[in-house]
Antibody, heavy 121, light 110 residues
């Protein structure tokens, strides 16, 4: 069965960095594109970043461009999100999601439960 | 200004039908890869519909999707108490080169 398990969240001060991980199992990870999606408290879903199945293409939401970097290690079935220069507006639950297609025709097939990131002084 | 607009809430009695709309423009909903997600309280989101009207095998046919021009619709028939959740539409926006989610709709079973 498909499992996506996020880790690495926590409380961090504004301007600091955090690295999230998403461990995948139960499906051919190297054949799937992957996304990070977040949800701030009391708000809706907010797409953060996309990476193609081979790591060759990345896309980011404008709100995180230049601060966040998505990457993957297909040998470890793991997705990452490096978050730098964190802001209070980055607070939320961060979830990874698998995508069987490329960006412009894709969808979020399976989701993890998420890991909480709280940016506060 | 949200890119994809949904009604904040809809409600109906058990067994009835609810319809959730998702309005956008030609750069997003006007395309053919819109998907719908259900988020039950405290759980991970679940894919309900992809490519406007296709269901994963595990999703019952009580859930169906359609589209007309730049507005899409999710119908839930035979409403059950277990359907109380937040529902979101999503699609790649070609002008933004980004995925966009709808504003979300809370479904209440009366």
């Amino acid at each position: 069965q498909v499992q996506l398990v996020e880790s690495g969240g926590g409380v961090v001060q504004p301007g600091r960095s955090l690295r999230l991980s998403c461990a995948a199992s139960g499906f051919p990870f190297s054949n799937y594109a992957m996304h990070w999606v977040r949800q701030a408290p009391g708000k809706g879903l907010d797409w953060v970043a996309f990476i193609s199945y081979d790591g060759g293409n990345e896309y980011y939401a404008d709100s995180v461009k230049g601060r966040f970097t998505i990457s993957r290690d297909n040998s470890k079935n793991t997705l990452y999100l490096q978050m730098n220069s964190l802001k209070p507006d980055d607070t939320g639950v961060y979830s990874c999601a698998s995508d069987p297609r490329y960006a412009d025709s894709g969808y979020f097939r399976h989701w993890g439960q998420g890991t909480l990131v709280a940016v506060s002084s | 200004q949200p890119v994809l607009t949904q009604p904040p809430s809809v409600s109906a009695a058990p067994g009835q039908k609810v319809t959730i709309s998702c309005s956008g423009n030609n750069s997003n909903v006007g395309r053919n890869h819109l998907s719908w997600y259900q988020r039950l309280p405290g759980t991970a989101p679940k894919l309900l519909i992809f490519d406007i009207n296709k269901r994963p095998s595990e999703i019952p046919d009580r859930f169906s999707g359609s589209k007309s021009a730049t507005s899409a619709t999710l119908d839930i028939t035979g409403l059950q108490t277990g359907d109380e959740a937040d529902y979101y539409c999503a699609i790649w926006d070609t002008s933004l080169s980004a995925y966009v989610f709808g504003t979300g709709t809370k479904v209440t079973v009366l």
